[in-house]
């Protein structure tokens, strides 16, 4: 079960630094910090925003944007690491 556990968090682990990613990518291009033009940033930026967008989508419409800030991340990386407390608490070792 140990190793169950553990492929657990690390799915969490990831998909929590993906959304980090994803936010702090946002923020450098909003700031002209990097050239989305470039092949490397576009390729990151496509990739990340494919993988976040979904589970993003849903929480987008239900939570309006707050002056221009976009707090579903913030929602959904907190719903995350409560889910994996959940899940991680409950398994039978």
């Known amino acids: 079960m140990t190793a169950i556990a553990w492929l657990i968090d690390t ?3 990831i998909a ?8 702090i990518l946002s923020w450098l291009i909003h700031f ?3 050239n989305t033009r470039h092949p490397f940033v576009n390729a990151v930026g ?3 925003y494919g993988v976040t ?4 989508r849903p929480i987008k ?4 944007s707050l002056g221009g800030i ?3 991340p913030l929602i959904l ?3 995350l690491g409560f889910l994996r407390i959940l899940i991680l608490n409950n398994l039978p070792y």
């Open 16 to 23: 929590i630094v993906l959304l980090i990613a994803q936010v």
């Open 32 to 34: 002209n910090v990097v």
């Open 70 to 72: 976009d707090i579903s």
């Open 11 to 13: 799915v969490f682990q």
């Open 53 to 56: 967008e979904p589970a993003l």
């Open 61 to 64: 419409r239900i939570v309006p």
């Open 77 to 79: 990386i907190l719903l």
């Open 46 to 48: 496509r990739f990340l």
